[in-house]
């Protein structure tokens, strides 16, 4: 399932502060937009897509706003824009965060996400869409996160 | 080839020259999280399985829920307390971080890096300050440096005289209100023009501080004569080549705005985007009833912003709402003694916090509670905020929330001055 956002979707909205005292990301799972949208925590399952607006991610720097999805499992967010430090906690843990415009996207279409091509398919609406993913994003989501590639083989893994 | 002072600063830490859009790994020169960030940290940096590379240049504030209100929150901040232990590195208890970074730590040209996104208040002092996640912080704290993609800039030059009753605050809500909450992500906001150097390092916090509100990954003043009497006052030298510290003539920039700040009224966002900026005056006619009113936060919690208030509330010597007043840190406090500001506060009925964030992030004292109406001089009116996801939070100036507090709904500040 799609589950479609605007624009600004701050992580205020995502973990709001009074709740935000978990460490591990099963735990925060349960309070991901848990007053914006409380169904969402209950009703989202493991691969499922977050399509959201301008500016996804902004606010506060809390990195559970990334853990409560990466806790859900989420399959990748696609957003028109991102706010920084936002993407930069999701390539830390290798949640898949996608710069695009899908334009209409329906929350029951069926989609296929093709990283080796870089191309993401609506087989509902019999679209193809070309996606720009940064190499970095890529190696950081197959490798579980620039974390682990850190831990591995240091800062040379990640320089161009 | 020209560089903006946000390129030179990257190129002075990562050892080569670079621009905007270069890909770094730069050497930092303070790496701080907060009791809240802190948190996320400890995880990832137990994964990295390395001991903190630099435990002199390495500071956790205790500042967002400081003393803890609950149990479980003082329990992590034991963790905390016993990882900084292991590791050597220091916990400040003495107000919000990045004020207290300002007041005894950062030199101008420095390249800083923090758990918290307002981070940028920093470059006031001519430095880079950059705000991170908790995981970039871990890796920060194990490595000593960390990598970035060296930004574009945008260029605010600031022009004219403040009118009476308008702020710095209200020049960083007509920024907010022309390029909205996204507008400068991923870059530096440079503020530049001979209103800036009027400024004191004070107010050029709040241009800073409010820069995050846009998206801005830091936000940076040119250090001046300003900064340098204020590194004097505050017992820190001043030693560098001022050339490396301001964007070469020709330095290139993706935006270029000018601001006329004689044009400003006195401004408030409204309830729940920071763009949503209004005139105060035209809000006034809508008698909108206030219940809490909150003064401090890295935007606006140092002396300054205390005088302001105490001017407009001694006016009026009683207040119709709840005021909570919360000094920046210990040093402001301190000083808000001895000027005998915080025993008139307290004489007309307002409640003073220990330094730190206050109310802001709706965790510990101040919470608001359903449909509850706040003006805070803080920088976020998110849904939630502060408490309940019904309460209403209007963002303005120290003085147009005093103002505020002494009739009892959202009034400008100009009938005080």
Known sequence: MNWIFGDNINTDLITPGRYNLEIKPKKLAKIAFCEYLPEFSKKVKKDDFIIA??????????????LALKGLKIKAIFAKSFSRIFYRNCLNHGLLAIEADLGSVDKNDKLVLDLKRKILYNKTKNKKIPLRIPELMIKAHQKGGILSILKKHGFKAIQK | ????????????????????????????????????????????????????????????????????????????????????????????????????????????????????????????????????????????????????????????????????????????????QKIGPEGANYKVIEWTGETISRMSVSERMTLTNMSAEMGAKTSICPPDKMVENFLKKHNRSFKFDKRQLISDKNAKYCLSLTLDVSKIPPLIAKPHEIDKVVEVKKLEKEKIPVDQVFIGSCTNGRIEDLEIAFKILSKARKIKTKLIIVPASHRVYLEAIKRRYIQFFIKIGAIIFPPGCGPCLGRHGGVLGDGEVCISTSNRNFPGRMGSPKALIFLASPATAAASAVKGFITDPRRFL
């Open chain 2, 1 to 176: 080839m020209a560089q903006t002072i946000t390129e030179k600063i990257f190129s002075l830490h990562s050892l080569k020259k670079v621009f905007a859009g270069d890909f770094v790994i730069a050497n930092l020169d303070w790496i701080f999280a907060h009791d809240s960030s802190t948190l996320w940290v400890l995880e990832p940096f137990k994964k990295l399985g390395r001991k903190v590379a630099r435990p002199s240049k390495t500071i956790i504030f205790f500042d967002h829920v400081f003393p803890a209100p609950r149990v479980e929150i003082a329990n992590f901040q034991l963790k905390i307390q016993e990882f900084a232990k292991r590791e050597k590195i220091r916990i400040i208890k003495e107000g919000v971080c990045h004020q207290v970074l300002v007041e005894k730590f950062v030199r101008p040209g420095e390249l800083v890096v923090g758990g918290d996104s307002h981070t940028p208040t920093i470059g006031a002092l001519g430095a880079l300050a950059i705000g991170l996640g908790s995981s970039d912080i871990a890796i920060a704290m194990a490595f000593g440096k960390q990598y970035f993609l060296v930004p574009d800039s945008i260029k605010v030059e600031v022009t004219g005289k403040f009118k009476r009753g308008t702020f710095p605050k209200d020049l960083a809500l007509v920024l907010a």
């Open chain 1, 53 to 66: 607006g301008r500016n996804f991610g902004c606010g506060s720097s809390r990195e559970s706003a990334v």
